[in-house]
Nanobody, 119 residues
Framework: QVQLVESGGGLVQAGGSLRLSCAAS????????MGWFRQAPGKEREFVGR????????RYGESVKGRFTISRDIAKNTVYLQMSSLKPEDTGVYYC????????????WGQGTQVTVSS
């Protein structure tokens, strides 16, 4: 059974930083492509970033490029989203997801963690 558990969300002032964690079980993060998404109230889910199996290549959504960084700790089987220079528009529920076949389709999702950026 695959389970993804996000943590690390909270309330932060604009310009601040947060690091989200996504602990995986049932799969090893080094063998899967993993993604981060977010959803603000009343808006569609938005792609934040992705790390592929090798861990060498990551890509990011335009709105977070240069401010957010995805990394992983294989020993902890955890993927991270380091968020810096946060803006109020970064507010939303952040989800991690697992792409089991590395084909761009995410089969498994976490429950989400709330990030609120105050101005």
């Amino acid at each position: 059974q695959v389970q993804l558990v996000e943590s690390g969300g909270g309330l932060v002032q604009a310009g601040g930083s947060l690091r989200l964690s996504c602990a995986a079980s049932g799969r090893t993060v080094s063998s899967q492509a993993m993604g981060w998404f977010r959803q603000a109230p009343g808006k569609e889910r938005e792609f934040v970033g992705r790390i592929i199996r090798s861990g060498i290549l990551t890509r990011y959504g335009e709105s977070v490029k240069g401010r957010f960084t995805i990394s992983r700790d294989i020993a902890k089987n955890t993927v991270y989203l380091q968020m810096s220079s946060l803006k109020p528009e970064d507010t939303g529920v952040y989800y991690c997801a697992l792409d089991d076949n590395s084909d761009g389709t995410y089969e498994y999702w976490g429950q989400g963690t709330q990030v609120t950026v105050s101005s």
